[in-house]
Each structure stands twice: as C-alpha cells, then as structure tokens.
C-alpha cells in the first residue's frame, strides 16, 4: 500500500539525515586514533578510510605531554573559567530575577526597562571598549578578563523571571509572617522550588563558556593561559601538525561535552524551547 | 490587584530587592553600558593603539567607511551569507521538525542524533570541516572522486569557499531551529488538523492552509534569530579562511576583528561596528513589522 511505502522512504531519508549529522563526529574521533603516516595513506574509496587499521593512543599522549602546548592545563584553565562563570552568574542572575519576579519597589519597571534594552547591544560594539576596559584595569592575560565580564546573563534572569513569577506569593508572605529575612526566604523556599531552571541555566552558561572563542581570543595572549577553543584554532597554525593530533584535541575537548548533553539533554532543551517560545 | 501607591511600598522589601539587583545591575553597568557608549566615543576619534594618540575626528570615520572597499565587500559577503543560509537553513529546519514531530517508535533518537551538532563548539564544527575540506586528503573529496565525481576545492577557490563555510554553519544550526519549530509545532491544536482532514483536507493543504498560518510567531523568531547570527558569522570564518582566499569570505565582524586588533585601529573598527549595529537594527525592525502577526487561535 501507499502508506508503507511513504513509511519507507521517510526512514530512508530520517536515516541520511542522521549520517549527514553524525558523520563529521565519527570521523573525527577515528582519525583522532589513527597514526601520521595513515591519515594520508587512503585517499580511495575503502573501508579503510571509515576505520584505523592500526588504532593507536598516540595522539592523545603527544597533546598531553608536548610542553610547548599543555593541553592539559587548557583544559583546566576553560574548566576552572567556566564552572566559575556558571556559579556567580548563577546567584547573581537569580537574585536580580527574584526581585524583578516576586518583589514589589519603586522603578521596577524603569529598572526592568534598562536591563531589556541591554539585549539589543551587540557584542560586536562593545568588544572594543570592553578590551580597552580590561586594559585599564589591568586585566588583560588573567582570568578575571575571562570571568567578571561574562557573570551577569540578561537573558538567563528573563529565562529566571518567568520560571520565579509562578512561585505563589502567599508562601513568601508566610515566610515574612514567621520573621524570615527576604535572603532567608530566596534561599530556602524559593531557590529549591527553581532547581529545574537553575540546572537549565546552568548548563547553557557552561556550555556557552566552555565554548567562548572570540572573548578569550582578544584578552588572552599568554600561552599558558589560553582557552581550549582558542588553543585548538592556533594548533592548525603550527607547521607540520599532524591532523591525529587536532583530531584527538577536538576529540577530547567535545566528547565529554556530548555525553554530558546525552544526560541532561531535557533540561537544555527546554532552555532553548523557552527562548523560543517566549521571545 | 490595585496599583500600589509609591508610599505603600514595604520598606524593608523595595531595600531587600535593590540589594537583589546591584550585582547585575553593576556588572551590566560597567561591562555592557560603559562600553557602548565609549564606543560611540570612540567611534569619533582616530584612536590608535600603537600610537596611543587619539585625537577628534568627528564624522571622519563614518565618512571613510562609505568609500572603503575592504568594508563594502565583507557588508557583500556577510549578506550573501545570510541570503543563501536564512532560507536553506530554514526550510531545512522546517523539514526535519516535521519529520520528528510525530509520536513514532526511534523519533526520541532521531531527535537527540539531529541536535547532536548544536552541542559541539562553533570552533571544533570548523577545525573539523576544515580538514574534511581538505582537496587532497579531506574525506569529502575522497567520498565525491571515489563516486566517480570532480573533486571540490572548497575553501581555496574564491568562487565557491563561501559555500564550504555555508554548508558547515547549516550543519551546526539546523537541530537548534529544528528545535523551536518542534515547540511551535506542538502549540498547534491537534483539533484543527482533524477538522481539516474531515473537511477534506490533504496533507499538504493542511500544510499551508493551517501549519503555515500558525507558525508564523515561531517564523518570526526564527527568521530574526537566523539573520542576526548570520549577519554576524566570525569564527568559521576566523578559523577556516581567515577572510581569504582573495578576501572572498571576509565579513562584517572579520573586519571589525581585523581592524581593531591586527591594525589597532580601534576608531575605525568601532564606528564600522556602529554602522553595522544600526543596520542590523533596521533590518530587524523592517522584519518585525513584515511578520507582525493577526492569526489567533
């Protein structure tokens, strides 16, 4: 019949999608356990080219150990960066989305106003001012460059304020009737009823960090403190790098990522589907 | 509830929420309003960092844009971009959201296999599309000579090189809009499409005549979102090209990042980085307005 047919042919197709989407991937960790000499050895059609014949780790021990390029301590560097951004931009973003959320004061909507209109700010014109900025401070190769800057995320207190507005008033009057201080009452009743969306947040600011290219780029110039994705694009830039050696560097710093995703995927999703559907 | 008069507010608590919001509000202050206008400061000065003189310049700058080729070309290059990948990535995206969206055995898979390319960094999608390019060793090539096809230069030929970054950013992007279509698409009633099938309605009537119509909020933001990341393409760029070959892929922010940093011609590059601003501001507005939206349900 008709209908089977069409079943067919849309598998088929969902299927060559999926390849298309997973095939970049799967190449590059293959070649990340291939040897120099066979990267460019099959340059025809075989089954070769979709395997190593001679896995090896190689790879991954040269990029740890070549001193000229710890990517080791990259790695450490954009962890340790990231997890700090996550957790100040964490409180931070929630205690200004609690407020604009559930409390009542003067100028709220004067207030709100300014932190809205900071969205149409594009990066690209503050980047400038902001290097000079990290200049006068005398900020420029440290990781406070990395991290004060990228704390406040306007868009993670919209994502907050929504997820707090459904938070019922009474149970914050309650929490003043029993004489709790409103930090009191933040962190213990309204914070908890929030980790849905505080794990969402968190998640996008990490990856958002983890991911920061064109920031460090421009305020980092010390070897040693380099970010992974900026370390990665210079490898290419050195003479006769070998491609095993790229491919294990791109191989280590994103397959931790991707499981990470495969576990928490819902909750970043929803982040993404929040901001759609809102926005 | 009745509108609180300026004299009823708690005390305690209009404090409690100032000191809720300083932090944001200081770090916004000092690391995204500060900065903006030094910009438009800066922007009227010849300031130079190799020289660190910065002397007046007032409309210079923006004069001077008018005429610069190099800033013509990459304003060319980053809306041929945007022109080729607003509407393939699109429809694309469109396509495979239509295709998860119903409940069938495997679709969770398909769905997580198709985002999979979002999670991995804009930079690593380039390194990997870059050696995958490569003319002589890239498992592209390989892939089209070994099905008895001409092999592509993809990054080295100017007249094709935009369309090897193209085709790696529509990788990377299409399972984050796939993702905002399959919200959108989920809003849809179900009861309207089988009011439309009983009416005798096919498939692709039901298409244009009901998903169409109702996704047009989801479009809009799609078609905003997609064009200002588009207009703003940096890092493949910066990563796969580095502009060239022939200045054939150097777009808007490439050249803000160029002259800023590699020339230290930080006023020119801000007063470029202004007028690309207030271009990109117009064209959201204009698409706003063409998507404003009359279709309830």
Request: glycine share 6%; with cysteine; aromatic share 16%.
């Amino acid at each position: 019949m008709n209908k089977n047919l069409l079943v067919i042919v849309r598998t088929v197709v969902m299927i060559a999608i999926a390849v298309v989407a997973l095939f970049p991937i799967y190449w590059m960790v293959m070649s990340s356990f291939r040897t120099h000499e066979e990267i460019f050895k099959y340059t025809t059609l075989s089954p070769e080219l979709f395997m190593p014949v001679r896995w090896t780790l190689q790879n991954y021990k040269d990029i740890f150990l070549d001193p000229s390029k710890p990517f080791g301590r990259y790695m450490l560097n954009t962890l340790f960066v990231a997890a700090f951004v996550t957790a100040c931009g964490l409180v931070v973003n929630a205690m200004a989305a609690f407020a604009f959320a559930k409390l009542r004061f003067p100028f709220k909507k004067l207030l709100l106003t300014i932190f809205m209109s900071s969205l149409v700010i594009p990066y690209e014109v503050i980047m400038i001012p902001q290097y000079l900025l990290m200049r006068d401070l005398s900020w420029i190769n440290t990781f406070t460059a990395l991290i004060v800057p990228q704390i406040v995320w306007v868009f993670g207190i919209f994502m907050l304020v929504q997820f707090f507005s459904d938070v019922p008033r009474d149970i914050l009057d309650a929490g003043r009737m029993d004489g709790a201080g409103w930090l009191r009452i933040f962190g213990k009743i309204v914070l908890p009823t929030a980790v849905p969306a505080m794990i969402t947040l968190g998640i996008m600011t990490f990856l958002n960090q983890w991911d920061s290219f064109l920031w460090p780029l421009v305020v980092i110039n010390e070897e040693k403190k380099q970010v992974i994705q900026v370390a990665i694009s210079s490898f290419q830039s050195l003479r006769n790098i070998s491609w095993g050696k790229i491919m294990a560097a791109t191989s280590i710093s994103s397959v931790p990522v991707l499981v990470l995703f495969l576990f928490l995927q819902r909750y970043y999703v929803q982040g993404i589907t929040m901001s759609g559907v809102k926005g | 509830m009745k509108r609180l008069k300026f004299a009823a507010y708690d005390k305690q608590e209009s404090r409690a929420a100032y000191l809720f919001i300083f932090p944001a509000f200081l770090l916004l202050a000092l690391f995204i309003f500060y900065p903006m206008f030094r910009a438009l400061l800066i922007s009227f000065q010849n300031y130079n960092l190799i020289s660190t003189r910065s002397a007046f310049a007032g409309l210079d700058n923006y004069a001077k844009l008018f005429t610069d080729r190099d800033f013509g070309a990459s304003l060319w290059h980053s809306f041929y971009f945007t022109l080729v990948v607003l509407p393939v990535q699109t429809a694309i995206s469109l396509g495979l959201a239509l295709l998860v969206q119903r409940k069938f055995r495997g679709v969770g898979f398909f769905r997580t296999v198709y985002f999979i390319p979002v999670v991995v960094s804009f930079a690593i999608a380039s390194t990997i599309f870059k050696l995958l390019y490569n003319k002589d060793y890239g498992m592209l090539n390989v892939i089209l000579k070994g099905i008895g096809l001409q092999g592509v230069d993809f990054l080295s030929n100017p007249d094709i090189s935009m369309w090897g970054i193209i085709i790696l950013c529509i990788w990377r992007a299409m399972g984050f809009v796939m993702i905002i279509f399959l919200a959108g698409l989920n809003n849809i009633p179900e009861s309207l499409y089988e009011a439309a099938h009983v009416d005798g309605a096919n498939p692709l009537q039901r298409f244009y005549l009901i998903t169409i119509p109702l996704l047009k909020r989801t479009m809009a933001f799609v078609v905003i979102i997609t064009t200002m990341d588009a207009l703003k393409i940096f890092i493949p760029i910066y990563i796969t090209t580095s502009g060239g070959p022939a200045g054939s892929t150097s777009t808007v922010v490439h050249f803000i990042y160029e002259t800023a940093f590699k020339q230290m011609n930080m006023g020119y590059a801000a007063a470029a980085a202004f007028l690309f601003f207030f271009l990109v501001l117009a064209i959201s507005v204009v698409q706003l307005r063409i998507f404003r939206t009359d279709v309830e349900y």
